[in-house]
């Protein structure tokens, strides 16, 4: 999967760039891995410089039955929103901190809120741009390259169907279940990851993601979460996934 020429190329290129090629490397870290075409429909605005909650690129009511409007509304337009401004406040609270116009003291209180908010953020960005409605990219099995890929690392399709409900089923307390790309082995792998800890700081490339924290299924599911994760299996974007994979590995 890993192609070394590309590897060697970017590198290559890198070297020659200095502080240009870093910066360079740092946007396309930034794009990765198949959010979307641009940063605003990855939740930034450049303009204003600050982060922002993305439309959904579905009707709310759109994942119905296997995932309810009512739910949608709330976890999109509240709870994904409060991660985003509480996000922005940590951005700017942290810039006062700096200018000395808040207690250096507060840096720990702060670092945690950026942390905590920043991995909300793109964690749901990532979460409603991986799922789509039935007939538009939802459900089924993926196919190509990743297929391959997942036949190879865990056997089929079926074992990786179980081991990523069986991780995510598992979170305890709240927290998300995920399908990741690890560069160093270049092998898939899945995992849990508890509260908003998110994998990018770990350099796992996150590829499907699930939300497992209660508000993302209590209305329709209650304690069924097993339920709740057999849905999700029915409106993951397959292609979707298989364009962050085939950036992952390029
Ligand atoms: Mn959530």
New binding site residues.
Partial sequence: MNNGETRLSRRAAIQAGGIAGLAGLGAGALARPGWGPSRQDLGYDAQSGKYVLPPLPYAYDALEPHIDEQTMRI?HDK??LGYVNKLNGAMEALAKVRAGEIDGGLIDHWSHELSFNGG?HIN?TL?WLGIAPAGEGGGGEPSGTLAQAINRDFGSFDAFRGHFKAAAGSVKGSGWGWLCYEPVSGQLVVTHMHNQENGLFGGLVPLLGV?V?E??YYLRYQNRRGDYLSAFMDVVNWGKIQRRFDEAVA
């Fill in positions: 976890h709870h994904h909300g749901h979460f939300d924290w508000h993302a």
